[in-house]
C-alpha cells in the first residue's frame, strides 16, 4: 500500500475539518478513504488470511 494513498485519504478529511465543510461531505470523505484504502488491501492481495 502506498504512502500517498494513505496521505491522500488522511488530508482529505482534515481539509474537509479545516475548511468548515458540512458534515455529510466530511463523513462521505472519510468513507470514500476508507473504502480505497481497504479496496487496495484486497486487490493487493495483502488482507489478513483466516485459517
Known amino acids: ?16 475539518l479545516l475548511l468548515h465543510q458540512p458534515l455529510p461531505y466530511i463523513l462521505f470523505g472519510v468513507a470514500a478513504g476508507l473504502y480505497v484504502i ?4 484486497i486487490i493487493a492481495g495483502t488482507e489478513p488470511k483466516l485459517g
Do not use: D, G, N
Not at 500517498?4 to 482529505?12: C, D, N, P
Not at 481497504?38 to 488491501?41: A, F, G, I, S, V
Open 1 to 16: 500500500m502506498s504512502l500517498s494513498l494513505i496521505s491522500s485519504a488522511i488530508a482529505v478529511s482534515i481539509f474537509m
Open 38 to 41: 481497504l479496496l487496495e488491501r
